[in-house]
């Protein structure tokens, strides 16, 4: 709808316009970035970096290392660092191929990456003002919106992860650019399209999804017809080839990763009584050593509190207003809640008995990005018609009879906290907090009852007080929110000063058990000491940040038969620790189990690449149980399938040596010189793009030691390369550059033709 979005009354035919505002979208983008400036400071001027949880172990190495790649020229299509090699571009959420990322690619690391995340928080709330704006006509609704979308709880936990947080903050930006497709077509079309491309390249397909949801779900309440079905269709099509060059590697990859059966999709679920966290933040909260309170259960999420007063407001409109969209909304926030309870909800489980697919979606508490979205907006519904002085004694009374049920579910629910306490509870802690949010919906209601005086400048005074008490309330919903550190921090070589490290392509280093669950289940209070400690243990992925080889990765899609065999040994009890499967693997140092930064050196480590080994041909489950066993010999002896059996020509251990090796990321040879016909054995992870080429001549890639490579050589010497070609990437980015010039000219032309004068 336009600026001129009308109401009807319950009782009445009658419609009002929603008066016109003094809160432009140029003012509030300028009030959004000052209090951004106000609330990051430190970040914004380079003195603090965001650390905590995955920022520091997942986010950050990622970025550093597609940085590194962007400088050097390379596309990062395999990462070599991790997993004994792993893909990289195709885990989608390391947003490779994602426009914005130039921002971290061009200017300084750990900055840039802040800035990155604050510009993600700024475009939410943008993104959110401009929709609430066009869907109520009032742009005081639509700035209460923005920030209590911007500011709201899942908003700034997700600054743990840059990749979610940049689809969360497109969310409300598609489903304005797509609505406006559909119903009017020409240029607004191929503008939702690539707004949706935008969004689909952010790194966050879950999220993704549920913005298209949300968009069949609005299409189909919005009268339907077969043109702008054409055009709902066409937007998709568009979507799809823009981003095809990401795409089909990710489908590759999920599909070889088997995702949906490594995990248990129930994990992390938000507990039955999560709701009451909409009302009270910190309920059943405990607070770890860093001072960042989290929920009991599930520890995903620190937050998805939305602002009480948006939350009221919301409440109101499902009241006030009759318009297909605030049912939708409102639909879509149950639905969320519903399917976050994950295994506490039949409803949960009936979804995936249905689609057994769905289990991708790890971790149900991501469902709670529904009502973090829906609610805004319907807040924006509510606020907008009270304003527009529609609402007389009847909806006055509707709005006194639910500020005063959340406030007796708020006094409920400390009082169950007091009497009910948790071993963590920090009661003390929830009390203020129960109180403080009592205290700023009063404020909030105050300044609606403000808001429909007659006087300009006491309604104005009205809507200030509205918005103060949305922003300071979704900013104070929790403590800590997102603790910072020392750019110092991120300084390269922590782990130089601990060990001698090796080439990737001659030693890996590996974080054993102990030492794992120790940094998984503690934090240390000093966050500059705690995220030192980690990067000086290789936690998740910070030997990214040292050019680290290790065995093991934090990625969402793992090639199921490398983990495999890491798991094996990362389960190893020391007294059985298979040391020639920990050869085989480059292992040349391992965390020491009393001491987490403590390395103890193997001087039994094989390099990468290997020669001569005698073929033993094996089914896949027997295979596995001899690569733990203490017997196995890596250098005599290499584990093949049987199928190799008849192709091969190699049938004991042979003379052959390897004069020289090269390593790059995608790319393996060597120069090898042998006696008689030999097997070469590469210690990566075998999958599928590789491509083997002996003096230039294509040969065969045998999967090697259950997960790994082997190639067989002639006698003599010869010049052995490995090169991972990855073909779902080419054609998806030939598929996406054509999509993308047909792109480009039909903009041209639409432009011309909006240019082009009526004749009179």
């Not at 499902?318 to 994950?342: K, N, Q, T, Y």
């Not at 094996?618 to 010999?633: G, H, I, Y």
């Not at 590469?682 to 190639?711: E, H, K, L, M």
Request: hydrophobic share 50%; net charge positive; charged share 15%.
């Amino acid at each position: 709808m336009t600026a001129e979005q009308t109401f009807d009354r319950v009782d009445e035919a009658a419609t009002v316009r929603v008066p016109s505002d003094w809160l432009t979208p140029g003012r509030f983008a300028l009030a959004l970035a000052l209090l951004l400036c106000a609330v990051f400071p430190e970040v914004l001027l380079g003195t603090q970096a965001f650390t905590f949880r995955d920022f520091g172990v997942f986010g950050y190495p990622n970025a550093s290392y597609h940085r590194e790649c962007f400088w050097r020229g390379e596309i990062p299509l395999w990462n070599p660092l991790n997993n004994c090699g792993i893909p990289f571009l195709a885990q989608w959420n390391t947003q490779t191929l994602y426009p914005l990322s130039l921002v971290y690619l061009l200017l300084p690391l750990p900055w840039s990456l802040n800035l990155f995340c604050l510009l993600h928080i700024f475009l939410a709330g943008m993104g959110m003002f401009f929709l609430a704006s066009r869907w109520t006509g009032c742009q005081v609704a639509a700035a209460a919106a923005g920030l209590a979308f911007a500011f709201g709880g899942l908003t700034l936990t997700t600054l743990i992860w840059p990749n979610i947080l940049s689809v969360l903050a497109w969310m409300p930006w598609v489903i304005a650019a797509v609505e406006q497709g559909w119903k009017c077509g020409g240029a607004k079309l191929w503008t939702g399209a690539l707004v949706a491309a935008m969004q689909m390249l952010a790194g966050m397909p879950e999220y993704a999804l549920f913005t298209w949801m949300l968009l069949v779900a609005l299409w189909a309440a919005d009268k339907p017809t077969l043109k702008t079905l054409g055009r709902f269709a066409g937007m998709v099509s568009l979507v799809t080839g823009l981003i095809a060059a990401q795409l089909l590697p990710f489908l590759e990859l999920l599909v070889a990763s088997r995702r949906n059966v490594m995990f248990d999709p129930t994990l992390w679920s938000m507990p039955l009584w999560g709701w009451a966290n909409f009302l009270v933040p910190l309920f059943h909260c405990y607070r770890n050593p860093q001072g960042v309170y989290f929920p009991e259960l599930q520890t995903l999420v620190t937050s998805y509190y939305v602002a009480l007063p948006a939350l009221v407001t919301g409440a109101c409109a499902l009241v006030w207003v009759r318009d297909r969209r605030v049912w939708l909304l409102a639909a879509a926030s149950g639905l969320g809640v519903a399917l976050a309870f994950g295994k506490g909800s039949y409803f949960y489980g009936w979804l995936l008995e249905l689609c057994p697919a769905l289990a991708f979606m790890r971790y149900p508490i991501k469902f709670v990005a529904l009502p973090a979205f829906a609610l805004p907006l319907l807040a924006a519904f509510g606020i907008a018609h009270w304003r527009s002085r529609l609402a007389g004694s009847k909806r006055s009374r509707a709005l006194w009879i639910i500020l005063g049920a959340v406030a007796a579910l708020v006094a409920g629910i400390l009082l169950y906290a007091h009497s009910h306490p948790r071993p963590y509870d920090d009661w003390p802690a929830t009390f203020r907090n129960g109180l403080w949010r009592l205290a700023f919906l009063a404020i909030a209601v105050t300044a609606l009852v403000a808001s429909q005086q007659e006087n300009r400048q006491q309604r104005a005074l009205g809507a200030v007080m509205l918005l103060a008490a949305i922003v300071l309330d979704s900013l104070t919903q929790v403590p800590r929110h997102n603790p910072t550190v020392s750019p110092e921090a991120y300084t390269r070589g922590v782990i130089a000063t601990r060990i001698s490290v090796p080439k990737p392509d001659e030693g890996r280093a590996m974080l054993g058990r102990a030492t794992h669950d120790m940094l998984y289940s503690t934090a240390l209070p000093d966050m500059f000491d705690d995220l030192v400690g980690r990067r000086a243990s290789l936690f998740g992925n910070c030997n990214l940040m040292e050019n680290i080889a290790t065995p093991d990765g934090f990625y969402a899609m793992y090639l199921p038969a490398q983990r495999e065999v890491w798991t094996e040994l990362y389960v190893a009890p020391p007294e059985r620790f298979p040391d020639g499967l920990a050869d085989f693997l480059m292992l040349r140092y391992l965390t020491a189990p009393t001491n987490a930064i403590q390395w103890r050196q193997r001087l039994t480590a094989m390099p990468l690449i290997t020669a001569g080994q005698a073929p033993q041909h094996l089914n896949k489950e027997t295979m596995l149980s001899r690569l733990v066993e203490r017997s196995f010999e890596p250098r005599k002896v290499v584990y093949l399938p049987h199928e190799a059996k008849q192709a091969l020509t190699v049938a004991s251990q042979t003379d052959a040596r390897i004069l020289s090796t090269r390593f790059e990321a995608g790319k393996v040879g060597c120069i090898i010189e042998a006696n008689e016909p030999s097997l070469v054995v590469i210690s990566q992870a075998n999958y599928r793009p590789w491509r083997a080429f002996v003096d230039g001549t294509r040969t065969q890639i045998w999967t090697a030691n259950y997960a790994f490579q082997a190639v067989q050589v002639p006698a003599g010497r010869h010049t052995l390369k490995l090169v991972y070609v990855d073909r779902a990437f080419q054609v998806g980015a030939v598929i996406s550059t054509l999509t993308g010039g047909m792109f480009l000219v039909a903009w041209f032309h639409s432009g011309r033709a909006r240019r082009k004068p009526e004749l009179p």
